[in-house]
């Protein structure tokens, strides 16, 4: 079983920046992969940007160039640096993590983001 706990969401204006981080209940070095997806209730769940065990990075069109990706194995934390924010942003933002290819993987609860424009 891997836990993850999402922190770093809020409120912010059009133009602005936030981080928001996950940790794992588990060792990420053994994770296959973990990422970032986010959701509306218009929406349905879209990946924004996963990062592999080779350090392999995928975003998705729309957050190329001001969204990244990172992770920190010594703190079990991987983080989602989000610049340039834009309002269509909003959304809530949740992690997940897999241990093997093909597996639906482990949640985090979310995290709101809104960006005002």
């Known amino acids: 079983q891997v836990q993850l706990v999402e922190s770093g969401g809020g409120l912010v204006q059009a133009g602005g920046s936030l981080r928001l981080s996950c940790v794992a209940s588990?060792?990420?070095?053994?994770?296959?992969?973990m990422g970032w997806y986010r959701e509306t209730r218009f929406r349905p769940r879209e990946m924004v940007a996963t990062?592999?065990?080779?350090?392999?990075?995928l975003y998705a069109n729309s957050v190329k160039g001001r969204f990244t990706i990172s992770r920190d194995n010594a703190k079990n934390t991987w983080y989602l640096q989000m610049v340039n924010l834009k309002p269509e942003d909003t959304a809530v933002y949740s992690c997940r993590a897999r241990r093997v290819p093909g597996e639906g993987g482990y949640w985090g609860q979310g995290t709101q983001v809104t960006v005002s424009s």
């Open positions: 990062l592999t065990a080779s350090g392999a990075t």
């Open positions: 588990v060792d990420i070095a053994g994770l296959e992969d």
